[in-house]
């Protein structure tokens, strides 16, 4: 019988550095070797539309190139134990849905899906290269469906929703610095446990009982998994 708990796991560009995923943000400033400002505000899109859907294209052929990692399908494992699991990411990659997980909420978009320039809401699927020219049901220029710095996170208050009905909290590869969507994590219940998976742990206050994991995505993840998933089967048996 599966426990009743609300599982919530939220990650980061460190989920999927460990399948090869360069992460959005090095520490040179550099994605790719390109400047943000150049791939992902509105401001570079209506300078250089082609330079951007080139770049973006580019991301998503990359995702033909990697598989998810142990830390992905222990993620999705949850499901077999948790009657809801729901992975929110701030992650554009597919390596979760691939892994198995059914219920994920994408906060900065999909490198799979473009949207129209006109209407944020009109988003179609895009297997391969977006071109200029190409247009939505809309009849507008289609563009990457990625939230670019500055713009509205739409899926935040869907996402609020889920944290704030959850039961147990794991974060994974995330440094809880890029907002809004690092304040979900303080809009938990302050009795809701927390689990932090990172190398290099965040150095931010988190009220809620913490434990922390300092380990990289594919080692860390599969054993602490194991480890909810043997208190939730044991839990089961003496209620």
């Known amino acids: 019988m599966k426990s009743q708990k609300k599982a919530v796991v939220f990650t980061g560009a460190g989920m999927s550095a460990d399948s090869g995923v360069s992460t959005f943000r090095d ?19 209506a300078r250089d539309p082609q330079g951007v859907l080139d770049f973006y294209n580019a991301r998503r ?12 399908r222990a993620v999705a494992r949850l499901e077999e134990y948790f009657e809801q699991v729901t992975v929110v990411t701030q992650n554009v990659d597919d ?14 978009g999909e490198l799979r899906k473009a949207r129209s320039e006109r209407n944020p809401e009109v988003i179609v699927p895009a297997p391969g290269p977006t071109r200029l020219g190409d ?7 289609l563009r990457p469906h990625i939230v670019f710095f500055g713009e509205a996170v739409p899926e ?12 147990l909290f794991v974060v994974i590869g995330t440094s809880l610095a890029v907002y809004p969507a690092a304040g979900l994590i303080y809009r938990l219940r ?5 689990w932090l998976v990172d190398p290099r742990p965040a150095q931010v206050a988190i009220p809620n009982p913490l434990t922390v994991i300092a380990e990289g995505a594919a080692a860390g993840v599969p054993p602490l998994v194991e480890e909810l998933i043997r208190r939730e089967t044991e839990s089961g048996r003496d209620s």
């Open 27 to 45: 520490a040179d400033g550099l994605w790719e070797n390109h400047r943000i400002e150049d791939v992902c505000t509105p401001e570079a899109w």
């Open 156 to 167: 935040y208050e869907r996402a609020l929703e889920i944290v704030r009905e959850a039961d």
């Open 135 to 141: 247009k939505g049901p809309d009849g507008a220029q």
């Open 190 to 194: 302050p009795d809701v446990p927390v």
């Open 95 to 108: 390596l979760h849905e691939r892994a198995g997980s059914s219920r994920v909420i994408h906060l900065h």
């Open 61 to 72: 052929a990359q995702l033909d190139e990697v598989e998810p990692n142990a830390g992905h």
